[in-house]
């Protein structure tokens, strides 16, 4: 399912521009990091995916839907959000329900319900949790409850706002693990995020936004490599991409296989 952008613009109350002329269009079954500063426009614009906002000028196109046609909670079929902060999101009195919520709403029949609930709580690893009250769980914990509330919609496009926020290295490890099993499964995945180590080692398409416009748009090694130009949006490349660079490496990398493979390239030629 395609999302389709022209010529977006989205002003807040006091005419503040947060977004001035976007076009932008995702495939289905991309995997599309979006980086810049606070302010850049980022989180501004991934919530027309789904309706959260609307345009102030301009078109969004989830499929064949325009989204000024369409409430959230249709869109919801479509577009599942992971917030930032998953305690804006979650309010049911054990994880089960929590899961369960979402595809209820949407009318699925109990078995596919018992089915969805069943795979996320499997791919989040909250098996020994399911009786359990989320906000009886760790902050960390508490982010998978809410990741798994939205992979068990079975939309084909999933946002997740900053994920790696506040995680330590083994969850941060789990996220990029379940991201890659979505997307085997051809879902779309989104992310905003400002850990651009995790955005180049798990997305494959990054988009930079400075001041409501898209700065730089297209594969991850051709976007990192870019170095002042990400500067502008006060985003550095990724460390090892960047230890590359002070090594002499001949080509982008940007994660640790790449960098390897390189460096060993590197030290044969010399």
Known sequence: MRIEISDLHFTYPGEI???????????????????GQNGSGKTTLVKHFNALLLPTEGIVQVGDWDTRDHSVAELASRVGYVFQNPDEQLFNSDVKSELGFGPRNLGYESTRINSLVDDAIELTGLE???DTNPYDLSPTWRKMVALGSIIALDSPIMIFDEPTTGQDA???AQIARIAGELHSRGKTLITIS???DFCAENFDRIIAMSEGKILLDGPVLEVIAQEESLAT????????TRLGKE????????DQDSFLDAFRQHRRHQ
Do not use: C
Not at 233 to 240: A, G, K, M, S, Y
């Open 17 to 35: 521009n947060a977004l001035q002329g976007i076009d932008l269009t995702i495939e289905q079954g991309e995997k599309v990091a979006i980086v």
């Open 128 to 130: 020994n949790y399911r």
């Open 233 to 240: 949006t006060f985003v550095d490349p990724p460390q090892l």
């Open 247 to 254: 090594l002499g490496l001949p080509q982008t990398v940007n």
């Open 170 to 172: 083994q969850s941060v």
């Open 194 to 196: 400002h850990d651009i």
